[in-house]
C-alpha cells in the first residue's frame, strides 16, 4: 500500500509525527509538505524534535490570501499524485493544506483519509470550518477523534467509513519528556504563571479582540509567557498595540513541541483560541480558557475543564479569578494512530 500524506501547518506536522512511524511500519509512505508554514520554528524544529522523515517533496507555496494559497497547492500536488498513483491520500486538520490535499486527490478518484475528522464549531466565518466540511465530504475514510465528532458527522450524512479512533495527539502528549531548566531559564517556577497563545484570524485580524486581548493580560495573574505566531506578531505592530502590552508579559518566539508541552504542563492556567492548545491543556489537566465564542472540542467545556471567555477583558478576567476552568485530566486514548493505520491496511492494502 502507497500513502501519499500531506502536510503543511505546524499542527499537522506534529500530528504526522505520530502516525507516520506507524504507518511506515507497515506501507510505503509519500510525504508532501505544502510549504504553508515555512519559518523554522514552525516547520523544520518540529521535523528535528519529532524524527519526522525529510518530505519527500516540497511545494513552497508560501504565505497569500486563502484562494491563491490553496490553488498553488492544487497545482503543485495534481502532478504528484498522477506520477505517484497512491492508493490513498492522508490529510490532517482543518488548514488551507487539508483542503488542497482533500481536493486535489478526490478530483482525481484517489481515496481520502481524513485524520481528526467530524470537527465543527457551526461558524463558517472560520476558514478552518469550510477546510473541514470540504474536506470531511470529500473523505472516504474518517477517523474522528471524539463522539461529537462522529454525531456532528452523522447529522451531515455521513456514515459510510466512520470510525472513532480518539484523538492522535494523546499518543504524544504523554510521551514527552519536560524539557529540563526551561522555566528556570524563563525565570518561571511551576503553577505560578499563565501561559497565552493567540493565532485565530477572528482575533488576529480584528483590532478590538486583538486589544481586548491585552487589556484582560493587564489583569491576569503574571508572569505571563505568550510564545507569540507570526501572524500575531505582524498584527500587534500593525494596529500599533506594542505600547499596549502589559509589562508581565514574557514575548517570545513560536517555541519548539517539547518546549511547548513542557510549559504547558507546569503552567498555573492556559489562555489559547488554539485547538491543539486546548486539547492539550486538557489532557495535562491544566484549567484552559478559550479566547473565542465557540469550540470544536465541546467535552472540553461541557466536563468544566475549559471555559469559552471570547475576547471581552471583563469576561476574561472574571473567569479566570474565579477559577472556572477545572484541573481535571482527560482519560487519554492509547492507540488511534494504530487503529488509524490498521484501517488503512484493511481498506486499501492490495
Ligand atoms: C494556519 C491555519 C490554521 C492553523 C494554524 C496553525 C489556515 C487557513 N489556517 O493559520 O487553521 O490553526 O495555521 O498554526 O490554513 N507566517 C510566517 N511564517 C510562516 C507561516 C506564516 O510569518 O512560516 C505569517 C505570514 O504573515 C502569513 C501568516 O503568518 O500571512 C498566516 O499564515 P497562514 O499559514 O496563512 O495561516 P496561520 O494563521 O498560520
Ligand atoms: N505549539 C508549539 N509551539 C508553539 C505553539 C504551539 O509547538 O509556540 C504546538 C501546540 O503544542 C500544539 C500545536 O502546536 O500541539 C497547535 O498548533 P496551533 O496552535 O498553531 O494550531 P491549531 O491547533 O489551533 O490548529
Redesign the pocket.
Known sequence: MKVVTVVGA??QF?KAGVVSPVLRARAAEVLVHTGQHYDAQLSDIFFRQLSIPRPDYQLAVGSDHHGAQTGRMLMGLEPILLDERPDVVMIY?DTNSTLAGALAAAKLGIPVAHVEAGLRSFNRAMPEEINRIVADHMASRLYCPTPASQANLAREGITAGVILTGDV?DELVVRIEPVAYLLQSMGVRACEYTLV?V?RQENTDDRNRLAGILDALMKVPGPILW?I?PRTRQRLIDYGLGSRMPDAVHRLE????AE??TL?RYAAQILTD????QR?AAALGVPVYILRQETEWVELVESERAVLVGTDPLAIVDAVSQGKAKPYPLVLETNPSERIVQDLIEQYAK
Open positions: 505546524r499542527p506534529i486538520g495527539m497563545t493565532h510564545p505566531h513560536p517555541l519548539g513541541y511547548m508541552i504547558e488554539s485547538g491543539g492548545v492539550e
